[in-house]
């Protein structure tokens, strides 16, 4: 079963990603083996060419099956791997005669499990570098396995559990102590000698140390250059501390309410369907921040005040809400927020249509006398778009249109609640909506349970179980 569906994988990966991705995979390759097997003679050479392929292809693999048609999954971030790997390879080639416990593993582990949130990846990764680097070691093989891998587990479960940036050098610390406790399980059985401890346990801890340092200081780069979101990052936007967030709450509070459902619809639904929950949360929070510009044409900001747009006419409104988006897109730049974030902002209506002022501009156009009447231009009405392109881009879509929808229903009964939200979906997906992002009909269906789930549990007390409509 596992088997075939990795299989697919494959099949799928040289056919939907083209030849860039499968390139920088053959190249990560052929750069790491030449590493690992120039100073081995013939028969080493061949095992840890043998032990490279099967590494990688493990790694490739459990990458793939995780992340492919998913946000994670782009030439960047494979990009990223191939160079960190190499590099640590690299670094192996001069450490290793000095001692074999310098290799910056530490470094390599922490990158993996902050960049992919996810322990998995990191673990395959700790384990084929350690064995990797105790092969290409002179002497003591199984010493140097278990002690980096025992170390670079650590490294991963206390770099993903911690995610605030200052928390690495503890993280760092403690996986060195782990390290160094593995190192005294091997004195104390007679396997390691007492001598070579404090150099041992030195080379370590000053390891874990530097790597830690480099790390912080390389991490916000390696954000902005590859293109990802670490969790850190997406929890230090979270913080209601953030200036753009409290600006929000500030200026257009309905707007920071409805935003906050949102968050909470899409962060289940991206759940269901296993796509980056944490980055739909974040993008939920930021999606409508453009409001901010204008908030009193927006109805949730309007309760004690008259609507403006009573004043316009229904052209010039759909405008102003149309460039809600836009002005988003530049606040996310002005804050400097990740790229990805910026996206879901732009993203988050598609190109879709005004319907409430396109029928009023239609209803108008009717009622006017014929030589005033104009020709209505549906695009005109149309936000710029691009449609959603990832999956949390989408999910964000249907969460924001639900949470709308339902706030306007006048008695909503769970039946009726079920109902909006599973035609409110295929609204979007009759309308093209959809036709950009990476969502199957089985993760269309799993969102639209998930989010008719949330809005039950939300809006509980609002909810009128004697569903007297239907008798
Ligand atoms: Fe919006
Ligand atoms: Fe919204």
Request: proline residues 4%; charged residues 15%; aromatic residues 10%.
């Amino acid at each position: 079963m596992v088997f075939k569906k990795n299989k697919l994988d494959w099949a799928e990966f040289l056919k939907r990603t083209g030849l860039i991705e499968f390139s920088i995979a053959a190249a990560w390759f052929v750069l790491s083996s030449l590493i690992i097997v120039v100073p081995s003679d013939w028969r080493r050479a061949l095992a840890l060419l043998v032990l490279n392929g099967a590494g990688l292809g493990l790694i490739i693999n459990k990458i793939l099956t995780m992340h492919a048609r998913s946000i994670f999954f782009t030439k960047r971030i494979f990009l990223l791997l191939a160079l960190i790997s190499c590099s640590v390879l690299l670094a192996a080639d001069y450490l290793l005669p000095l001692n074999p416990l310098l290799v910056p593993l530490s470094a390599a582990t922490a990158i993996y499990a902050l960049v992919y949130g996810n322990r998995s990846v990191a673990i395959y990764l700790t384990i084929y570098l350690s064995f990797v680097l105790a092969l290409q070691g002179s002497e003591n093989y199984f010493f140097y396995f278990t002690v980096h891998t025992i170390q670079g587990l650590f490294m991963v479960y206390f770099s993903s559990v911690r995610t605030e940036r200052n928390s690495l050098a503890y993280s760092a610390v403690y996986s060195a102590l782990a390290g160094i406790a593995a190192i005294v399980m091997f004195c104390l059985l007679g396997q390691s000698s007492f001598v070579s401890f404090y150099a041992n346990a030195g080379a370590l801890l000053l390891s874990a140390v530097c790597s830690i340092v480099v790390i912080i200081g390389l991490l916000p780069y390696i954000e902005d250059i590859f293109y990802i979101i670490t969790p850190t990052k997406l929890l230090e936007l979270a913080s209601p501390a953030n200036p753009l967030l409290r600006r929000l709450s500030m200026e257009a509070p309905g707007t920071y309410h409805h935003s906050l459902i949102v968050a909470n619809l899409a962060d289940a639904a991206a759940e269901s369907i296993k796509a980056n929950a944490l980055l739909a949360r974040v993008g939920a929070y930021y999606h409508d921040i453009g409001k901010i510009k204008r908030p009193l044409f927006f109805v949730e900001n309007q309760h004690a005040f008259d609507n403006p747009h009573n004043q316009l006419n229904p052209h010039m409104s759909s405008q102003i809400i149309i460039a809600h988006t836009r002005d988003g897109a530049a606040l996310g730049r002005e804050y400097k927020l990740p790229q990805l974030i910026i996206d879901i902002i732009r993203q988050h209506h598609g190109d879709s249509v005004v319907t409430y002022f396109l029928h009023t501009f239609k209803e108008a156009n009717a009622q006017a006398a014929e030589s005033e009447r104009t020709l209505v231009n549906e695009n005109d009405f149309r936000y710029p778009g691009p449609k959603p392109q990832t999956k949390e881009a989408a999910v964000i879509m249907l969460a924001d249109s639900c949470e709308a929808a339902v706030r306007t229903l006048e008695k909503p009964t769970p039946s009726r609640v079920n109902n909006l939200i599973g035609r409110l979906i295929k609204e979007k997906l009759d309308a093209g909506q959809l036709a950009d992002c990476p969502l199957t009909i089985r993760e269309l269906t799993a969102i639209q349970l998930s989010l008719q789930k949330t809005v039950a549990n939300m809006f509980h007390n609002r909810i009128a179980y004697n569903d007297k409509s239907k008798g």
